[in-house]
């Protein structure tokens, strides 16, 4: 199944607002994981272990740092659909 950039984004806020209880509404395509959403890199490594349960998709340690903001992880995850 591949997601829309709308699906993905309403589910790495979901994921952010379990892992960090930063609300949802600010998880936005503008926004920085660590500068806007105050995300330590702890806490990123946990979001994108869900997210690549969620999406289906495999987000290899190395691209971590390549994901600064959030419409960074979500083209990511448009991109490593399969």
Known sequence: MAYTTDDILSGLAEIVTEETGVPAEEVQLDKSFADDLDIDSLSMMSICTFAE????????DEELQNLVTVQDAVSYIEGAQS
């Open 53 to 60: 349960e969620k999406f289906d998709v495999r987000i290899p």
